[in-house]
């Protein structure tokens, strides 16, 4: 990983900034906003369509190197506790990182295989590059930055949801004297030794660290409704069924919900340990936080020293608020083949959004939302931006 910038990108001429803006935007085709496997996918069928990189299309990154939210990730999340990192278009993760190192940490993989694929294809990522706000230019959309301001035709967003994590609003929570802390920023069990962890969310991350932390030291289990295991693992008739019912949400403009908790937890080996040795035991929302723990409505009560929140993330697309592409309910209404195309407005795809939230999700709708875009745009295959 590196701090310093990469070079800036070879971008098309400059754009006469309107009388009220002082930043000069630099013309490019398509910016592609993040550089996770959504915005890697998409960034290689770009050039696979033929469009020149830094011109025609350009990658924004935040993150200081090449990996996406994996390289922030837990250190206990290995290649043999992560569900599966499928493969990017053109590249297989085996050919970089050796398939039988299951303890590698995910957070050291995933960058390594990030950075051999942008090498490969020579994809124009630019970072870190944090994108603050995109606003409707009439043909153009204005992509102001922490860096340089752009000026293109067509974005596609893919910036995940690592970047907002949800922490519920619950009484009491300001009170609280010990430590709140979200998954996003878990690193050990061992800071937890010798003190009672209370853990809230019953999702996967959820009961993977609950089973590690409740291998140091005790802890109290809290989700909202009862947990559903399953006792085999997910088919891949599972799996499109599952991104089905999200895909559907989102054609109607519904906020997308995960698709966890459309499939349920396979009880794994090491959950049905966890399971044996009492670590499982969930208990119901509390109604408040006190100083020292939580309270539920019957006045039950459990000390606690840290609420470990594994509440998850919603999707980071706060700088797209100018555009108004949301519907009162809070969903954004999606069409296309992948349903990756914002029906408001198609020269705004979403990748890594609803039912492309997973690495194979977004390896599809990489694909799906790079042809639809610059065919709308009349820039496939031509090079013009
Ligand atoms: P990210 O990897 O989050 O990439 C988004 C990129 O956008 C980042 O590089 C970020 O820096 C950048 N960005 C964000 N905001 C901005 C901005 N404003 N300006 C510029 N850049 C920005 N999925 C699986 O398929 N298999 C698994 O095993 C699996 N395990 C998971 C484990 C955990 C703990 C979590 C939280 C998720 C897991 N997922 C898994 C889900 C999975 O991570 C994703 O579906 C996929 O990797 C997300 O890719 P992405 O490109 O959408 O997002």
Redo the contacts with the bound molecule.
Sequence with gaps: MTDQPSAPPPVGEMQEPAASEVRVALKVGIVV???????LSSAYHLRQLGLAPGRDYLV????PGPG???QF?WPS?TLST?????DLPGLSFAEVVDPDAVDVQASVAVPRYFAAYEKRFALPVYRP???TVVCDRGDRLRIETDRETFSARGIIN??????TPIIPDYPGAALFRGRQLHAHDYKSARDFAGRHVLVVGGGI?ALQLLDEISQVTSTTWVTRRPPHFRDRPFTAEDGRAAVARVEERVRRGLPPGSIVSATGIFLTPALAAARARGALERLPMFSAITEDGVVWEDGRRQKADVILWCTG?RS?LD?LGPLQLREPGGGIVMTGRLATAVAKDRRIHLV?YGPS????G?NRAGGAAARELTTFLGMAGTGAA
Excluded at 60 to 63: I, P
Excluded at 357 to 360: L, M
Aim: aromatic share 8%; hydrophobic share 45%.
């Design positions: 906003i993040g550089a996770g496997q959504a915005g924004l990154d935040k993150a996406g939210a994996w990730r999340l992560v569900n599966r990192v499928h590059v944090s994108v893919a910036t995940g949801t690592w970047e991350s993330f980071s700088h890594g939230a997973s690495t194979i977004a």
